[in-house]
Structure formats: structure tokens, C-alpha cells
């Protein structure tokens, strides 16, 4: 007969998740053991292998479920009506309040994506390929004179935007909604400064 799916399952899969997440970005992911994860989460390591065969599991699923959701997120975002440098700002602005307490979930991206096969490794690289060309026809339509015909340019600035969205977390782990609000003002001013002068 086969096992039914306990009530509290989801719960459990995140609580997992979350707990790994944070033992993967302080200890990293090679360091990190079984037995450790289940000391973080409060549970059996028994009862971790009943949701994941493995600790490689745990990273694809962590990995997994973050940037799909940061993706379906930024990509989600209403533009309609709005002019080209409001959508940019919205767009950032949007990117820096998904990126907010997920700071482990974001530093296992930067270490340990290469941990995954190639053919995982390859899916997490479409989510983030489609967060760039979303931000990158933000910021083409802002200066289309500058980067239609230039697409490396565009590429190079779209990859400087993300640059500055994704170090944030370094420097300010914990940055509440204010904070976010005036670095995304920040890094919208000077790139909208920025990109229409470049030749």
C-alpha cells in the first residue's frame, strides 16, 4: 500500500529547505552533512530522508524553487501604462523586494549552482537568463538609440544592473523595505544618468 502524504508535508519541505539553505551559505555546501542539516531543522535525519534521498537533492530543490519563484516574480510584474524609466525602476525595485530574507537562498545560488549536474545546472541558468532579457528590454527601451543596435552594450549594462542588485545582500543583510526603496532609487538614477550618454 502506498505511504499517503502527511498533512504538513509542504511545511515540512520548506522548513527543510529554509534550514539547508542556511547551513549551505555559512558552511557551504561540501562541508555541510546530513547530520547537520537535521540538527538545524529539529529533526530525525530520518525523518530529512523521508522528503530528500540525498543532500544533493536538497540543493536542487532549494535552488530550484527560489529562482523559479524569483522569476515568475520579476517576469509577473505590471508594466502596462508605464512610462519606460517607471518600468525600469518598478523592475528593480521589484527585484530587491524578492531578493529580501532570502539572503541564504541567494548566496547557495553564487556557491554551489555548480555543485548540480550539467542538465540541472542548465535549468537554473534559463531562470536567470530570463530575468536578464526581461531587465535587458527594460533598459533597451529606455536608450533603444544606444542599445538596438549595440546588443553587447546592452548586455553589458543589463549584467552592471544585476551586478549591483546582487552584491547588495552582502553589504546590507537585513536591509528592511526603506532601505531597498533607496538603493533601488540609487541604482535606477545612476543608470538612467548613465546609459543615455554612452555613445
Request: hydrophobic share 40%; glycine share 6%; with cysteine.
Amino acid at each position: 500500500m502506498a505511504r499517503t502524504i502527511a498533512k504538513d508535508h509542504s511545511e515540512k519541505r520548506q522548513q527543510i529547505l529554509s534550514s539547508a539553505a542556511k547551513v549551505f551559505a555559512e558552511q557551504g555546501f561540501d562541508r555541510a552533512s546530513m547530520t547537520v542539516l537535521a540538527r538545524e531543522c529539529g529533526i530525525s535525519k530520518a525523518n530529512i530522508y523521508h522528503y530528500y534521498d540525498s543532500k544533493d537533492a536538497i540543493l536542487f530543490d532549494i535552488l530550484d524553487t527560489y529562482l523559479s519563484e524569483l522569476r515568475d516574480r520579476i517576469l509577473g510584474v505590471d508594466l502596462d501604462g508605464l512610462s519606460p524609466d517607471d518600468r525600469l525602476r518598478l523592475v528593480v525595485q521589484e527585484v530587491l523586494n524578492a531578493y529580501q530574507g532570502a539572503d541564504h537562498e541567494h548566496k547557495v545560488q553564487i556557491d554551489a549552482l555548480s555543485a548540480l549536474p550539467e542538465d540541472q545546472q542548465a535549468r537554473m541558468r534559463a531562470y536567470q537568463r530570463d530575468m536578464v532579457r526581461f531587465m535587458g528590454e527594460c533598459l533597451r527601451d529606455v536608450a533603444p538609440e544606444v542599445f538596438t543596435p549595440d546588443p553587447a552594450k546592452l548586455r553589458g549594462a543589463t549584467m552592471s544592473v544585476f551586478g549591483m542588485l546582487n552584491w547588495y545582500f552582502m553589504w546590507n543583510a537585513g536591509a528592511g523595505s526603506k532601505e531597498r526603496q533607496d538603493y533601488a532609487r540609487l541604482v535606477c538614477d545612476m543608470t538612467l544618468n548613465g546609459v543615455r550618454g554612452l555613445t
